[in-house]
């Protein structure tokens, strides 16, 4: 996914049909597992090749879900199939921090331009972007985190982790326990 160039015009106005739902009483039909997959990295696989149009994984994850099972689905109102995910389907490579101490807003990008602040429960080392999908947090936003952390006490453990919009983010523990 090295491609940097402008979004496609004429992609933005398919995804956006893509990611409308299907019309009432219609359910789209299943093709079962396509041959897309989504590497650990977030680099988005058909049939073992990489996808280098960014605008393309950008309109596939438009329309990405996944059902209560934790399979993934790339769902469009005409048809829907299953598609391989080897860790999260994101992935954070960029944190904007605003604000100070327990009032500052950590603000994720992800590998498809997404963006989703952490105010609510994000499992440590994922960020929940939208409808139950994932970005894990790449090792520098971590490390970016790790530099910003700080130790609070929590129960009867002392954690190290950050705040987000007056809420406590563990990053790990100090005491010595697991």
Known sequence: MTDKSAPSKGLDRLAEKAAAPP????????????????A?????????SPIARLPLVRLF???????A???????????????????????????????????QQLIFRTNVDDTVAADGDHPN????????????????????????GTEERVGDATLFGVWSKGRFFPLGRLDGKA
């Open 125 to 148: 080392p994922y960020v929940l972007v939208r409808n139950g999908l994932e970005a894990r947090l790449s090792r520098p936003v971590f490390y970016e985190l790790v530099e910003r």
């Open 69 to 103: 099972d934790g399979s993934y689905w790339l769902v469009t109102p005409a048809e829907r199939g299953r598609i391989t995910v080897d860790d999260a389907p994101f992935v954070a490579v960029g944190v904007t921090i605003t604000g100070a101490e327990r009032e």
């Open 40 to 48: 650990r990295d977030g680099t988005w696989f058909y049939r073992g």
């Open 23 to 38: 019309a009432a009483g219609r359910q789209p039909i299943d093709c079962g597992h396509f041959d897309i997959r989504i």
């Open 61 to 67: 994850s438009t329309v990405l879900r996944r059902d």
